[in-house]
């Protein structure tokens, strides 16, 4: 069975710095993908980065990045020069074929 | 500024009542989820279509929830008898798949619906 786990039900980080958000998962497949998504009060859920399983190079979006571990089952999202509008639900989402996952999500909160 | 828009956004129902749930898709888009957002779940896949076609509904508890696509601007979601249980957030989702599996395409989420069943 494939699950999404995150580990980390809050995270809290001071504005302009860097936080590293955890996700496993669990698969037998060997091709799929990776997301995060954001989710602010306003409820609208945010694709913020994505990363296909056959691809080794980490996934880049500005101040967004990935550490895609696919021995280890590990995709964390690590987010530089935290802003306030960073505050948020961050979910992982596994897919492949047909099915998508989510993990339960980690609320990240941004001090100034 | 294209989105995906969902109609209601809250809707009260006592149980027992059916429940009917709205989603626009994107213009263009092709596929369409629908996900139920809860605590304690979490985000569910219930359903999701390919050009308007089912492709898999296997999260979704078929004998009570139906999920169509009438035409290609027009998914429902419907929950008929509704129960306590089914009190979540539902959202809609649409993305573009050109081609293979859209496991690796975007999906661009509506606000949601969230219900409430007494």
């Known amino acids: 069975a494939q699950t999404v786990t995150q580990s980390q039900p809050e995270m809290s980080v001071q504005e302009a710095e860097t936080v590293t958000l955890s996700c496993t998962y669990d698969?037998?497949?060997?091709?799929?993908?990776l997301f995060w998504y954001k989710q602010p009060p306003s409820r609208q859920m945010i694709l913020v980065i994505r990363?296909?399983?056959?691809?080794?190079q980490n996934a880049t979006e500005n101040r967004f990045s990935v550490n895609f571990q696919k021995a280890a089952k590990s995709f964390s999202l690590k987010i530089s020069d935290s802003q306030l509008g960073d505050a948020a639900m961050y979910f992982c989402a596994y897919s492949t074929g047909n099915q998508f996952y989510f993990g339960t999500g980690t609320s990240l909160t941004v001090i100034p | 500024d294209a989105r995906v828009t969902q109609t209601p956004r809250h809707k009260v129902t006592e149980m027992g009542q059916e429940v009917t749930m709205r989603c626009q898709p994107i213009?263009?888009?092709?596929?369409v989820f629908w996900y139920r957002q809860t605590m304690m779940q979490g985000l569910e896949l219930l359903a999701y279509?390919?050009?308007?076609?089912?492709?898999?509904d296997s999260g979704m508890p078929k004998d009570r929830f139906s999920a169509e696509m009438p035409d290609a601007t027009l998914a429902t979601l419907k929950i008929q008898p509704s129960e306590p249980r089914d009190s979540a957030v539902y959202f809609c989702?649409?993305?573009?798949?050109?081609?293979?599996?859209?496991?690796?395409?975007?999906?661009?989420f509506g606000p949601g619906t969230r219900l409430t069943v007494l």
């Open positions: 213009l263009g888009h092709n596929t």
């Open positions: 698969t037998s497949e060997s091709d799929y993908y």
């Open positions: 279509f390919r050009n308007r076609a089912p492709l898999d």
């Open positions: 989702a649409s993305g573009l798949a050109l081609s293979g599996p859209p496991s690796y395409n975007e999906q661009f």
């Open positions: 990363q296909e399983a056959y691809k080794q």
